[in-house]
RNA sequence: GGACCGGUAGCUCAGCUGGAUAGAGCAGCUGCCUUCUAAGCAGCAGGCCAUUGGUUCGAAUCCAAUCCGGUUCACCA
């Protein structure tokens, strides 16, 4: 049992015996003890106080004196200060604690529990590589997966890509304009640069074709639009002389002008034909879109071994995107949802303080949610999922507050399963990544620059002069992407982050190589001598027992980190782990130790140490090294 | 305008289900490599925890208001 747990019982139950009062063990406060007291664990009273009707003091005399008498297994001293019990634990429940666990690989981890959940992440879009934005999602992903499996539950990894609609469309018809029959084999290019590199082609010539008639729009001639544009049109001109000086507004109203001539430049029109072609299952039109994904997905995949994520099952974007039709049908049929004069349908969520949202457009086609909730329920059809958990970006924290809504008004299976695993967006000093402005930060290209500094300084220190070719590799691979992805994962996912891609990410301190560094050197003592499993009776000295206490939690993160979805947690947990051990194998020796028996206890120490630094950082995604 | 999220050291972040003197890393400054890996260890310095008020024996943590930053409120996905 975990020792906070042992703790909260054995003063409940002391306290029953000494007042006759009965207390929930949760309900009872147990604090580490600050470094600058004695003891281990602390009792805070002053909620207790006023129950009991004792003074601080007087209680925390009596309480300590009888925990010490009664469980002596446990307790051995205490103290009070002011309002706090110092509870000092008795020497051999962390032996016993140590023995016991220190060779269990699988500590921490929570047995079989028999839920099943769905975790979907990373959902690429097939027009362009992934950048800095997706590596997030895919370690947050990767990550809350392991921590699922960590606590016991069977988990489904999927991922919907997105490979239909317009913005495919335009990175196909840029090729077929631009692209002289390019192929990433003729050009040397992995295949989703190839076809990202068109979609950017695509953005420059829209934007070429924008600019003369924007020109000619905004001086006041408006022609070649259909009357609902062209009433816009002259809507937001008429506005535009009442908002001097409001710039807010004013760049709010052009970006709504831009749009419409956007959206009517001769590409623009293009494209929508393709898309319909494409809906209309032209042939030639689909064996261009067959190709160019084919591309894509080559180097995604290439992308997605190297960063080390994999999925259970795909879904494909043009499978399910005409699923939940059926759904809207039901809806009305239950009332859940209305039709409009247009015949348009909705679902008014108003009384829950949200909008009318549709769901249904009045040509009969669905809209995102509405293909979104059909592919939950096929989903849910398909594995039985009690959970399902998406990753995705915090823009949509509306969406999926009406999707969970609306699944649970239309009495869907699971429906309160479904959890938005929100997180905020990775900016740079300057502002927001922007694919059009070119200011994203490729995911491949960091990689590469990740892995390339890890052999610059690996090849510094010179540790690993005798390894071959393919084990440095290897190791570059290991500490470069342990750095990335430790960066990624060590703040909390909710909150938004910011990467400077003029500093280079660090690989001292707080970071994903020193944990692998501790792993290392902590690996180099047990290769040259293994405990013997022999159990422990000697004092402990406070660098040894600050190891065994912070090992002791481990259990009790994992489980943090799965109810609060936060892989943070055991990013941070392992950091402190691994310095608490530092402090401890630097400034003891544990081959040359004092005895014997300090120097099992202190090989059972490191390898507990390895196995639990090894186990927290697999659930990061993040590879541990013997040497490096 | 409504809803949601954030504001803690020069920078990047912990701590937030109320508890003792506010915690790391980076950057800066001191020491420590003939003995298990110095990607390390030990130390110094750095804070009106956005502001104001409230609840409480006790508030960075809870509540309210305000200020700043972000996201969103599409018949785009």
Request: glycine share 8%; hydrophobic share 40%; net charge negative.
């Amino acid at each position: 049992m975990a020792v906070v747990q042992a703790i909260q019982s054995a003063v409940s139950k002391e306290i029953a015996s000494l007042f006759q009062v009965t207390l929930e063990p949760s309900a009872i406060q147990i604090n580490e003890t600050k470094p600058e007291f004695e003891g281990d664990y602390t009792v805070v009273l002053f909620a207790l106080v006023k129950s009991l009707r004792k003074s601080p003091e007087a209680l925390g005399k009596e309480l300590g004196e009888q925990l010490v008498a009664a469980q002596p297994g446990l307790f051995t001293k205490f103290n009070v200060i002011k309002g706090f019990l110092n509870l000092t634990l008795s020497e051999n429940y962390w032996l016993e604690f140590l023995h016991g666990n220190y060779n269990n690989p699988q500590y921490g981890r929570h047995p079989h529990r028999g839920e099943k959940v769905m975790v979907e992440y990373s959902s690429p879009n097939t027009n362009k590589p992934l950048h800095l934005g997706h590596l997030r999602n895919n370690f947050l992903g990767w990550s809350i997966a392991e921590i699922y499996k960590a606590n016991g539950y069977d988990v489904v990894k999927t991922c919907i890509v997105n490979d239909r609609g317009v913005h495919i469309c335009k990175s196909m018809l840029a090729w077929q304009k631009f692209g002289n029959g390019a192929t990433p084999q003729t050009t040397g290019t992995k295949g989703d640069h190839l076809v990202g590199d068109y979609y950017v082609k695509f953005e420059n010539e829209l934007k070429a074709q924008t600019a003369p008639i924007l020109e000619k729009v905004m001086a006041g001639t408006i022609e070649g639009f259909s009357t609902e544009d062209a009433d816009k049109l002259q809507l937001f001109l008429g506005k535009l002389p009442q908002l001097e000086g409001n710039k807010e507004k004013t760049a709010e109203i052009h970006e709504e002008i831009r749009d419409i001539v956007r959206n009517n430049t001769p590409i623009m029109k293009e494209v929508r034909e393709m898309l319909l072609k494409w809906e209309q299952g032209d042939a030639a039109t689909m064996a261009l879109w067959k190709e160019m994904n084919s591309w894509v997905y080559a180097g995604f995949d290439e992308t997605y071994k190297r960063i080390g994520s994999d999925f259970d099952k795909i879904y494909y974007e043009s499978d399910t995107y005409l699923l939940g039709k059926d759904l809207v049908e039901e809806g009305l049929k239950k009332d859940v949802f209305f039709q409009k004069e247009d015949g348009s349908v909705w679902i008014d969520l108003t009384a829950d303080g949200l909008d009318q949202k549709i769901v249904r457009r009045r040509d009969g086609t669905s809209v995102y949610i509405t293909q979104d909730i059909g592919l939950a329920v096929f989903k849910y059809n398909e594995y039985k999922c009690d959970e399902s958990i998406y990753v995705v970006g915090d823009e949509q924290n509306y969406h999926f507050k009406v999707l969970k809504l609306i699944a649970q008004k239309l009495g869907l299976p699971a429906a309160d399963g479904i959890f938005h695993l929100s997180y905020g967006m990775v900016e740079l000093p300057t502002g927001k990544m922007k694919s059009r402005e070119g200011t994203v930060v490729d995911a491949d290209d960091l990689v590469d620059g990740m892995v390339d500094i890890a052999r610059q300084k690996t090849e510094e220190l010179g540790k690993v002069k005798d390894f071959n070719e393919s084990e440095l590799a290897g190791l570059y691979d290991t500490i470069g992407l342990g750095a990335l992805k430790f960066f990624l994962l060590r703040v909390d996912p909710k909150k938004r982050m910011v990467f400077n891609p003029e500093e280079s990410i660090d690989f001292h301190g707080f970071t994903g190589p020193f944990i692998q560094f501790t792993y290392a050197r902590t690996s180099a003592i047990l290769r040259k001598e293994q405990p013997k499993n022999t159990p422990s009776t000697s004092a402990l000295l406070p660098l040894e027992k600050n190891v065994i206490i912070e090992l002791e939690k481990y259990p009790a993160v994992l489980e943090q980190a799965r109810i609060e979805m936060n892989p943070s947690a055991i990013a941070v947990y392992t950091y402190k782990l691994a310095q608490t051990f530092s402090t401890f194998v630097t400034a003891l020796r544990v081959l040359t130790a004092e005895t014997e028996e300090k120097k099992e206890l202190r090989l059972q120490l490191c390898q507990m140490a390895v196995n639990v630094i090894g186990s927290s950082m697999h659930i990061l995604g993040i590879r541990v090294p013997e040497r490096m």
